[in-house]
């Protein structure tokens, strides 16, 4: 099996399934009982295979792991209950006291106030304009275990210097982590730029209902563990390629316990399948969107990497296979952003992205408001920035509300 959605179909499949069921059934248990009780040590201690305990692992859990380890070309993936935690417990696992890292200054919002959290907790963190590999180059200390980039930034929609950035970090040894949530494996493959590993908020496009909650790490075998100086003893056997990941579940999932539930896997799991379909639908009615507002005389500026004004407009179309669901766009200044959203009729007002339904946000006064106007100013982020994740609606009925509602704010 060679195609993308062909392989997520039937990834299931290639393991026995109970009772002959085409998909991974909800296993919704804490726990697994043994007969022999050396059996249930062995599998504590690692020397056999089994299941200990649902904050570690759970067969419809493992089921989803192994999917997104297919969709991103890697070779092992911890799901979490979050996005977010995803990438705490990542840092948690990987870093230590005194330790350095280098993240491009264009962030989630939540990811930012996470990092700036690490910061006073005695890891340092430089944020830099990632759209120029010199410039994280420019931070690199000796101290510096990692480095953090986002594909597409959200809301702005700058691109890293992925390529670049990706040999500084195999040069450096440093952990590159590739934030893939806003291109999805459909779109982007982190292991073409030599990333160490790649993190998936799994609620956003994978999922794609916006009916579950959930996280993934996914290692991509491009980065030296051993000479990563903060494995532990512990984890520092078997295949140096995972060792970095079986840390990341001990010392991250096992210990910070942000485990996702059978349920939510498997919602998310089933959701997957649709993810290419989804995307292509999804990219194309941003494209329409981004061009009609580009021309409309009440819209500033478009944030869009479709769009050949676009500063990394290039980079989008050599790295990625279509542009992306998200865009953005300042309205002028004669325009009340309120009336605008609030006239809208088939967009929804919410704060989640890379849902079926298409999702308008004002990002100034939501997601981005605890940060500050000083900090938005620096990420560009104006009062009147309007962010939208386009859906899988007609395009027309899109356009068209877009347009009633701009000719009536």
Request: charged share 20%; hydrophobic share 40%; net charge negative.
């Amino acid at each position: 099996m060679t195609g993308f959605t062909t392989k997520i179909v039937h990834q299931d499949r290639q393991k026995t399934i109970e009772h002959g069921s085409l998909l991974k059934p909800v296993h919704a248990t804490v726990a697994y009982g043994y007969e022999d009780a050396k059996e249930l040590a062995a599998v504590f201690q690692g020397k056999q295979s089994g299941y200990t305990y649902g904050r570690q692992i759970n067969p419809t859990v493992g089921a989803l792991e192994e999917k997104i380890s297919v969709m991103e070309q890697g070779l092992s993936t911890v799901a979490f209950a979050t996005g977010m935690a995803a990438i705490g417990t990542t840092l948690f696992a990987l870093l230590r006291e005194g330790d350095h890292m280098v993240s491009s200054s264009f962030l989630f919002g939540n990811t930012n106030s996470l990092f700036n959290s690490f910061s006073t907790h005695g890891i340092s963190v430089s944020f830099v304009d990632a759209t120029d590999a010199k410039a994280v180059a420019a931070e690199v200390r000796d101290n510096t275990r990692l480095v953090f980039v986002e594909t597409i930034a959200n809301p702005r929609t700058q691109i890293a210097d992925l390529a670049a950035i990706g040999q500084l970090c195999q040069e450096r040894g440093l952990v590159y982590v590739v934030d893939n949530t806003m291109t999805s494996p459909y779109l982007f493959c982190p292991k073409a730029v030599q990333a160490s590993v790649a993190l998936n908020s799994l609620t956003k496009y994978i999922c794609g209902h916006g009916n579950a909650l959930g996280g993934a790490v996914t290692e991509l075998g491009s980065f030296d563990w051993g000479a990563f100086v903060n494995i532990d003893p512990l984890y520092r056997k078997g295949d140096p390629q995972l060792w970095g990941i079986t840390q990341i579940r001990k010392k991250g999932l096992r210990d910070f316990g942000a485990a996702i539930g059978p349920e939510a896997a498997n919602r998310i799991a089933t959701g997957a399948e649709t993810l290419a379909l989804r995307m292509t639908r999804q990219c194309a009615n941003a494209m329409a969107v981004a061009q009609m507002l580009q021309a409309h005389p009440k819209v500033r500026t478009v944030y869009y990497p479709g769009l050949e004004q676009h500063p990394q407009h290039e980079r989008a179309r050599e790295h990625f296979r279509l542009f992306g669901g998200l865009l953005s766009f300042e309205l002028t200044a004669e325009v009340d952003i309120w009336t605008f959203l609030n006239r809208l009729e088939i967009i929804v007002k919410s704060s989640n992205l890379g849902d079926n339904r298409t999702l308008a946000i004002p990002v100034a006064h939501t997601i981005y408001h605890e940060m500050g106007a000083e900090r938005r100013a620096s990420m560009g982020i104006a009062d009147n920035l309007v962010r939208f994740s386009v859906g899988i609606e007609e395009q027309e009925d899109l356009l068209a509300d877009i347009q009633q509602a701009l000719s009536s704010a």
